[in-house]
């Protein structure tokens, strides 16, 4: 691919190494959430709906001001709203915007069978190419953060793309345009990690939240989209969000030693069959009595 | 050939090992499970990914490998109501297992008589059959995952790998049971494609069934 | 807004009570966000329930709806026992060292000195200053270059309404026993927190606690830090709404917060062209520019201006401009805009062309007057009459009532469907005499023309596409209308013809006129040449006026709205800068758009200095005395006298004739009382603990006809219930648009977790809740959001209820809402200051469905 910005260094399924598996960019690219200021507005949701070019859905009123229960294989972009109580009585309201984590060793790359359904740019986003989607799902079941949502009627599996489009045209995700507050940004890494850690730094100072923190999860080598939330020690507080999100250690075994170990095993029964062969032959037939063969 | 063939074929000294509907039987559960071995490696390691490009596209046999699943499930529980009785493991079999290092290096004379199925064709029908239960149990997770909570997330998981080592221990047998038949022991893929043996095959690999069906010590006494 | 939107990100603390901007202005709650972020700002949040806003609070306190005054007083009474004040400022730019007249009397029984209890008014001639010596015209200062001396009275009309002394008694001490700092202290010693706290609900040591927080601002006479309040129509929608304003207001003038940058009181309009709609004279007391509409004792223009026009008033050392002497200047540029050539000197400007308004013409009253069978038409444009008023059913049978209703809008609405509102059946409809007419309008995106913002903004706009079909543009559709008005005028004669012939009409398209050609005429040109006397610069016959300093009252200049003067000009219309540098850092934006008056962005920024002309805080500073050039400067345009000298002692709040903030407001100024008292909303289940003998307002406004119930809590009605809008929705628009109906599918009641257990509710269940007045039926939301509250004792539950459910839209359509309008339980009960309906804080009775 002639443009750099989306450059693939990872591709799903795919037998050998990619192209782009050693360059290195000079920045990833983060989407930074600070939960504290958001209002939980929608704009992102809308925004999002709106640059993906997917329709108005009917929904149902369900005793909270979320749109809906979860993410939708056309809906990459939902608010979580939590009523939560502390021990101490004190009462917060959480509205987290979830979605596609990016993460750096993404869990559903590492699971998916098909070459080229999931490829992760060079910038760090993890995108989902549904020309080559099997369908098979193991996608939903190498993500911690339960996010690929799969359409039943075109069998095929969808997340936010960090708007890879805007992204690879220099522009920032829809969400971010359209963020009112400024709660959402986006950028490097490295200036979105400093910003978290400026604003949790204030937090510490200036707030009561004195446990707030910075939420780029290490079990799943970082993410690119990142939090700063109010309780960094509960982040289950916010819709269910995992305290320590890895890959599934059985899905790492699956796609590691297991892999190995079975493909091993095939190619050495083959091998062993095809030797025995070789060694002793095949079995002979005892011809007892000369005159039984006409 | 095709005389000799033919000649066999025909010939009285035949005997019948396979009737038609359990060689139906057999080849349907053989192409089930092999479609499924095909497109099921083809998920398995993206070296293998070609085979399910090359059954019509990896989206195609993702449909159809639950499906065909299935079918080989359905086929495993007809071959069981079929087999079931032959397939019990009796003292002639344990004896045999004892000495499969003899039967493994073509030492069969040194290999005690054996029914219409030795010992290692039963063990492999019931490691098919019990495999099968596996598959599709875990199978079954595979194919709906959108219906498992993402709190039972480890059920995936865990299912997964279980598919998984259900199928590479199959895949074990298949290979033995490929190897034998068609190259270990000549005449058995005849036997599973036209239905007969020749009496001096079934004397020499099944010689307690050879006497079943043929009422007596066939030695020289003919 | 006293300030604007941007200058929000200014402040290091916010007081955020009777608004949610959070959920109902979440755009421009990017800059409260930005002063947290930026200056380390605390966030103050009062309100009924736990809101969006409350989410990203410093500190939430939950309020009974209507208990903001107690709450407020509370928080003067704290500032005052904890001197935290800005003593230098209340001194010298508010009336605390005002004496006031003896004979005044304080609401310790609910009732000011004055009141007559058969008309339920006050007289308020002790509400006044003590003068010295004996009191003068009121318009002595006033401009009245070549008018006549007003007329004798004649004999049977009744004496002039009392003014204010020009020359006031004052006490910088602050120590005369009626001084108006002694009275408010001898007013609000009676807030304490323990008051506080069993009348609001909040615990006194939460409430010390944010009192503390908000107050902190002075501590220890500090006077660089500044705080803000912002405010939305949960302060105006109560029967003693401008009395929650006002105390914030003094609040705010007691800490020496108004006219400071990340300081003033702020409204938070939400509509995005309220503002401008008020400007233009929505309401039906004030014609452009909030000069007060005639009424019939002005017997001609001069009596008019006299009544009008205030004179000074205040103490004899200092200093006041009284802007509002130039009265007369605004009015007959103001008539001359209107009425042209037929406007001269002669003929007194025209002002008999003027309705004389007789008496109240509020919202709600006209809908009463409709009832009645008084009013037998009305064209609703840009708004869903049925929806939007308290009593949505009395209004619906009012329209029965009427001859005819023309509706303007882009969707079929409630308004124009209302002969076949729930309840009504098909033989009902049949005895509906009304004619309806439905005229396409436009929607906001295919119109151009201005929005002003609660900033004071005036944002010109363009079109982003035309309208479809067979929609017109609003101004198209009322143009035909008045040229058809006048041609059957013309043709026909009638009672007074004038002022409908002699209307200015010149438009290139009279058809369809161009809101550019609107926007000039408010604007304001010069009819005859200009002279400017102190520049010696001169604008020419028919030039667009670069400011209101130029407007004439001989008739050589014409001004649609003085204030809105200066942002069409020679240069061409302001309103469509959109120049993004801020020098300041303040985000003043001074190229952006225009602001009114003269593209101020801070009102009254005089007071941002100390005595001396200096910024209180020099990293803020907005404006200063400039010695050498002796002349104001600043980075805004200073709201002041350019060359009036600090020693002078001229008062910053130019707009009054005393110069100076009102902590008292003398005479007229509000109807209900100079300070603020804590009264119960109309409907309240609890007595008032000042003065149970008055426990509501007592002037207020109510109706008597059989649509006007109230409910009190021996009729069951026990529970309070408050309305608001959603983020996700617009009123009653966007029930009509998917995007809107996804994100928030069904309207529902917030029903507290305790409530919902003792009524056995879950959520998603129907609940029905009823009023005096009506039923409103919807799904419940039993949330931890609002909490049950203590008042005084007694166990007292919130609910609260969106606005957006009709009998249109694509759920109803659908037959997935239950068809019922909010404000069916809103009370026909509103302020006697501003005639606001009380949407917030009325009785309810909540029942499954």
Redesign the interface.
Known sequence: MSNGTLEIKAISGHAGPVAGRDTSRDYDVCKLIDVTTCIGCKACEVACLEWNGYPFRETVFDNTYQTMPDLAWNYYNLIRFNEHVAEDGTFSWLMRKDGCMHCADPGCLLACPADGAIVQYANGIVDFNQDNCIGCQYCVTGCPFNIPKFNHETKKVHKCTLCSDRVGAGLEPACIKACPTGCLHFGSKDDMKDLADKRVKQLHEHTSHKSAGVYDPPGVGGTHVIYVLHDIDHPQYYGGLPKDPRVPLLVRIWKGPLKWLGNFAIAAGVIAAATHFVRYGPKKVEEPKKEEVV | MSTAAA?HYV???AIQRYTFHERVMHWLNALAYTYCLATGL??????L?WL?VMLGG??T???WHPILGIGFFIAMIWMHVVWRSDMEITETDKRFLSNVEDY???R?DRVPPQEKYNGGQKLYYWLMYYGTFLLLFSGLF?WF??YIS?SL??V???M??LH??AA?IT??GF??HV?MSV?????STDAMIHGSV????A???HRLWYIRVTGGD???K? | MTNGWIDIKNTDMMLIMGGNPAENHPCGFKWPVEAKRERNAKMIVVDPRFTRTAAVADKFLQIRAGADIAFLGGMINYALENQRIAKEYLVNYTNASFVIKEGFKLPDDGLYSGYDHDKQTYDKSTWNYEGAGAHQAPSGKASQSGEAPAPPLAPRQAPPPPSLPPNVIYDTSLAHPRCVYQLLKQQYSRYTPEMVERITGIPKDQFREAADMFTSVRKDGDMKKVATIIYAVGWTQHSFGAQIIRAAAMLQLLLGNIGRAGGGVNALRGHSNIQGATDVAGIFDSLPGYLKVPNPTDKDFAAWMTRITPGSSKPKDWDSFNYYSNTPKFAVSFLKSMYGDAATKQNDWAFDYLPKVDREYSWVHIWDDMYQGKVKGVLSFGMNSVAIGPNSQKTINALKKADWLVVCEIYPDETSEFWKSPGISTDDMKNIPTEVYRLPGAGFAEKDGTFVNSARWLQWKWAAVPPPGDCQLDQAILARIFLKVRELYQKEGGKFPDPILNLTWNHLDPNNPSLSELAKELNGRAISDVTDAPTQTTMKAGQQLPGFSWLRDDGSTSCGNWIWCGSWTEAGALTQRRGTDDPSGLGIYPNWAWSWPMNRRVLYNRASCDLNGKPWDPDRRQVWWNEAQKKWLGVDVPDFKPDSAPKDHMGPFIMNPEGVGRLFVPLAGMADGPFPEHYEPFESPVANLFHPQQNTNPVVKKYTSDMDKYGTPDQGFTVICTTYRLTEHYHYWTKNNPMNVQLVPQMFVEIPVELAADLGIKGGEKVKVSSARGTYIAKAMVTRRIKPMTIDGKKVYQIGIPIHQGYRGIQEDAGRESKTLANLLSPTVTDPNAYTPEFKGFLVKLEKA
């Open positions: 000649t010939s009285s000294d083809a998920f398995y390691t993206p070296h990914f399910a990896a989206p046999s993702r449909f493994a290096t073509n069969d595979l995952p959108e993402f997330a480890w995936r998981h865990l997964i790998v998984e080592v590479l895949i074990g290979i033995v190897y190259f270990l022991v000549p005449g020749s009496r001096a095959w004397r020499t690999h066939p030695v020289g003919e």
